[in-house]
């Protein structure tokens, strides 16, 4: 009965604390399941289950990879790969975000380092990498990624730190101090907006020019809904003329049609990424995107060489595609 009353009181919590719940089997049989997936997590980090895929930030003026975004998945012995949206809430939760975290960091890091090793122009390549809330909140985040750095000897101006926005204003004095230690390292950061948040709590753009951050993502929430009405338009449009006026550079998610990329090109908006330029790719499929001979079966696919670039991606990328499972 302990037990059970337990799990009840949790489940409470989890729904915003003020309320009560009655306990059920089904509560009992998803707690047995969550501790389960706690089990494998545990056990797929240890043995290197968790592998990073990277997908091509493009310049929208020049139509050229300026860096990739580093998306984890979880290569399960028996549910093949699985989404992160299905395990970074139980990974925050129980607090295995911070090692899996650092992990990602440090491989995400490296590669890019490897990537970099291979010809001198692509030194200002860039890696994005997801910080999660709870990452963010710990005291030697910064000590961290200064030691990955070192460890890679990765330029700290090649990593790019993702930090959602409800996430930093939650805590928005402690949340800007950390972000001015990060900044002292060198490393750049991005601020991700999402209309989920938007005019919610905290969430708030007139707090964005106290943020130390230098580029401002659109999540894909805004870009999948900008071409369905004039007014969720004109908030995209806003949030590009505000960045513009704070400095800081665009970069919109989850671009999947060529009218939106049109769109966004016209606005103004610096930077993409989406299925429409490419899907998140192996680190083979990422690395081949980048090999620059000519004659490679990739190397048309982001260069601005030609009017139709895009035409050209969406050949290639159907392409890589198909490596990428
Ligand atoms: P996010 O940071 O907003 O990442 C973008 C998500 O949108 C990725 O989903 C990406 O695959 C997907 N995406 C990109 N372009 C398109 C598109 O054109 N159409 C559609 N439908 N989707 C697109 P993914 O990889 O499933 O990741 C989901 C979320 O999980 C991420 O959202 C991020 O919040 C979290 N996440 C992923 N990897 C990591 C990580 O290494 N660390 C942390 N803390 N969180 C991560
Ligand atoms: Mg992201
Ligand atoms: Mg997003």
Not at 231 to 253: P, S
């Amino acid at each position: 009965m302990l037990r059970d009353a337990d799990i009840a009181m949790y489940r409470a919590k989890a729904a915003g604390k003020a309320c009560y719940q009655t306990f059920d089997r089904t509560m009992h049989e998803q707690a047995n399941s969550r501790l389960q997936m706690e089990i494998e997590m545990r056990r797929g980090i240890e043995s290197g289950e968790f592998i990073v895929y990277y997908q091509p930030i493009v310049n929208l003026e020049t139509d050229r990879i300026i860096g990739f975004e580093s998306l984890v998945r979880w290569n399960h012995p028996e549910r093949g790969v699985v989404s992160p949206v299905e395990f970074i809430p139980l990974a925050e939760e129980t607090g295995l975000i911070v090692p899996l975290g650092l992990r990602i960091l440090r491989e995400s890091c490296r590669q890019m380092r490897e990537w970099q090793s291979l010809t001198s122009s692509l030194s200002e390549l860039t890696i994005s990498v997801n910080l999660s809330c709870k990452q963010f909140s710990q005291p030697d985040l910064v000590e961290q990624v200064a030691g990955v750095l070192a460890k890679t000897n990765l330029d700290p101006r090649c990593l790019k730190l993702e930090i959602t926005e409800s996430h930093v204003m939650e805590n928005s004095q402690a949340a800007v101090a950390m972000m001015n230690r990060l900044v002292s390292l060198g490393v750049e950061l991005s601020v991700e907006l999402s209309l989920d948040d938007f005019g919610t709590g905290y969430s708030s753009m007139s707090y964005l020019h106290r943020l130390p951050a230098n580029f401002l993502k659109i999540d894909r929430s805004f870009v999948s809904r900008m071409i369905e009405n004039d007014e969720n338009y004109n908030i995209v449009h806003t949030i590009i003329r505000l960045a513009q006026n704070l400095k800081m550079k665009v970069i919109a998610e989850g671009i999947e049609t060529a009218e939106q990329l049109s769109q966004l090109k016209k606005l103004g908006c610096d930077c993409g990424q989406g299925y429409l330029l490419s899907k998140p790719l192996t680190a083979e499929a990422a690395g081949a995107l980048l090999d620059s001979r000519e004659g490679s079966p990739y190397w048309q696919a982001f260069n601005p060489a030609g009017n139709n670039a895009v035409t050209k991606c969406k050949v290639e990328v159907s392409y890589i595609s198909d490596l990428n499972p």
